[in-house]
């Protein structure tokens, strides 16, 4: 099946500073890439939908000033958090779908840990 | 609108017992759906997914679920469970027709192996 990375596979942050995560379709082109956050013992909550070369769509809730999200390249999507706070702490997962496989293809995730 | 319902937070069986984790979903559209595995710390694995055709599908590690139009479910199965199988598992559901939609997740079942 296709592959999806992501790095850094784990980020400590200091309160206020801003953390970058990487999500890369290894061997398929990703048209669209999504923005998952996940809580301890919950479910996958969607943060936010992109299409290459296009806006990010953020769902309902997700401060998108707070949430950048660069799909820049059909391979690459990005998600920084700004401005860092404790509450930030979470697993973040991404995804990346391409063509009618009615498949989404998820990356190993990222914990970001905001101290 | 679409949503998904696991019934059961936790599911113990003994090893080689029968795996059944539950899942109804709501859509107003023929639905897709999908089982995915997490492990600890890890991404989403794909086990099995409908998209049309044969209602009883098979998935990988031994796994099927069976789409029940009638019932709204789509509940996973194992003839004998393995120590390897205790993980957290999802059920999703997407209405695209491209494969590009996103994925309504549900809570979660968490699988614990008896042994």
């Known amino acids: 099946g296709a592959v999806v990375s992501q790095h850094p596979s784990w980020v400590i942050c200091k309160s206020g500073t801003s953390v970058k995560i990487e999500c890369r379709s290894l061997?398929?082109?990703?048209?669209?890439m999504f923005w998952y956050r996940q809580f301890p013992k919950q479910s996958l909550m969607l943060m936010a939908t992109?299409?290459?070369?296009?806006?990010?769509?953020?769902e309902q809730g997700v401060e998108k000033d707070k949430f950048l999200i660069n799909h820049a390249s059909l391979t690459l999507s990005t998600l920084t958090v700004t401005s860092a706070h404790p509450e930030d702490s979470s697993f973040y997962i991404c995804?990346?779908?391409?063509?009618?496989?009615?498949?989404?293809?998820f990356g190993p995730g990222t914990r970001l840990t905001v101290t | 609108a679409q949503s998904v319902t696991q019934l059961g937070s936790h599911v113990s069986v003994s090893e080689g017992a029968l795996v059944l984790l539950r899942c109804n979903y709501s859509?107003?559209?023929?639905?897709?759906l999908f089982w995915y595995v997490q492990y600890p710390n890890q991404g989403l694995q794909l086990l099995l997914k409908?998209?049309?055709?044969?209602?009883l599908v098979k998935g990988i590690n031994g796994f099927e679920a069976e789409f029940k139009k009638s019932e709204t479910s789509f509940h996973l199965t194992k003839p004998s469970a393995h120590m390897s199988d205790a993980a957290e598992y999802f059920c999703?559901?997407?209405?695209?027709?491209?494969?590009?939609?996103?994925?309504?997740f549900g809570t979660g079942t968490r699988l614990t192996i008896i042994p």
């Open positions: 995804s990346g779908a391409g063509g009618a496989s009615y498949e989404q293809y």
């Open positions: 061997d398929f082109q990703a048209t669209t």
């Open positions: 992109s299409n290459e070369g296009s806006k990010a769509t953020y």
């Open positions: 859509s107003s559209v023929p639905p897709y």
């Open positions: 409908y998209t049309t055709g044969a209602t």
């Open positions: 999703a559901v997407s209405d695209g027709d491209f494969g590009n939609e996103k994925l309504t």
